[in-house]
């Protein structure tokens, strides 16, 4: 069975900092690269960072690129964002996914699995 489990949401102020963790099961890590996504209440889900099987290339949104940095412990089967200078428009539904291939273009399309998702709230 297949699990992704993220942890490490929460509330911070503006500005402020958090890691996200994303552990996965019952798959090969090491053949998926993997995805962050967000959701804000009534938008659609979009991609925010994405890192590929070895690590070795990283894809960020510009929303978060500079304060957001996404990796990955393959030996730990995990996979990390951390978050900083956070600002209210980054509140959101976080997921972490595995997918088919690595691609900025149609991110959802390949997503193959998906964890249950952490929420992030921004406060001012």
């Known amino acids: 069975q297949v699990q992704l489990v993220e942890s490490g949401g929460g509330l911070v102020q503006s500005v402020g900092s958090l890691k996200l963790s994303c552990a996965a099961s019952?798959?090969?890590?090491?053949?998926?690269?993997m995805d962050w996504f967000r959701q804000a209440p009534g938008k659609d889900r979009e991609l925010v960072a994405a890192?590929?099987?070895?690590?070795?290339?990283?894809y960020y949104a510009d929303s978060v690129k500079g304060r957001f940095t996404v990796s990955r412990d393959n030996a730990k089967k995990t996979v990390y964002l951390q978050m900083s200078d956070l600002k209210p428009e980054d509140t959101a539904v976080y997921y972490c996914?595995?997918?088919?291939?690595?691609?900025?273009?149609?991110?959802?399309?390949?997503?193959?699995?998906w964890g249950q998702g952490t929420q992030v709230t921004v406060s001012s």
């Open positions: 996914a595995a997918s088919s291939i690595y691609s900025e273009y149609k991110a959802l399309d390949y997503v193959l699995y």
């Open positions: 019952g798959i090969t890590f090491t053949n998926y690269p």
């Open positions: 890192i590929s099987r070895s690590g070795g290339s990283t």
